[in-house]
């Protein structure tokens, strides 16, 4: 029969390599899921801050047409104008082509104003974008960094191998009898 230390020293050997075999596997699994949601949320705010850019790039030639389309009609409206009133000359002929000025200049003016807004919440979009990807990543980092360090490994070896010797040498002492 083999003395108690013997079996002592084999189940301490074979503990201590399960658990250090059992961690290591364990931060790697941590470490590749921590890579993937970083190259994930990384992907994912490139993908959505391409499609903001889009968005604004519409947004703008939106605002471009309809201040076009604006300014013609205005051209129009002041041409039928002079078509109406001709070579007539005086005050109420001034206020009316200044009016049909002003209320195309209004216009168009609002339409950039809706155009900048629209373009500030589409920055405050891409911001919130590049926040949460950020967060992403630095929640993927810190969970990498709660994989068990070298020492935590060693404390987990360690304490295995001691139970796994104190196992072992109580059953030889139950094979001696």
């Known amino acids: 029969m083999c003395p108690p230390v013997v079996i002592m020293g084999a189940m301490a050997v074979a503990s201590a390599a399960a658990t250090m075999y ?18 994930n949320a990384q992907q ?12 604004a790039q519409e947004q703008d030639q939106a ?11 205005g051209r129009k409206e002041r041409a039928t104008l002079n078509n109406t009133y001709g070579d007539a000359q005086g005050n109420s002929i001034n206020r009316v082509f ?8 209004y216009d168009t003016g609002m339409v950039d104003y809706n155009n900048s807004n629209a373009l500030s919440q589409i920055n405050r979009e891409k ?7 950020n967060n992403r990543i630095r929640s993927a980092n810190a969970s990498r960094k709660k994989a068990t ?4 490994t060693g404390i987990l070896v360690a304490n295995s191998a001691i139970s796994g010797a104190a196992s072992g040498y109580g059953f030889g002492k139950s094979l001696q009898g």
Not at 98 to 105: D, H, K, M, P, Y
Not at 127 to 133: C, E, I, K, R, Y
Not at 149 to 152: A, E, H, I, Q, R
Request: no cysteine.
């Open 127 to 133: 911001q919130s974008v590049g926040l949460t990807a």
């Open 22 to 39: 059992s961690t290591n596997q364990q931060n790697k699994a941590v470490k590749a899921a921590a890579d993937t949601e970083t190259y």
């Open 63 to 73: 605002a471009a047409i309809q201040t076009m389309e604006r300014e013609k009609q």
């Open 149 to 152: 360090s070298g020492l935590g």
């Open 44 to 55: 994912e705010a490139n993908n959505n801050q391409a499609a903001l850019d889009a968005k």
């Open 98 to 105: 200044n009016t049909s000025l002003f209320n195309q200049n």
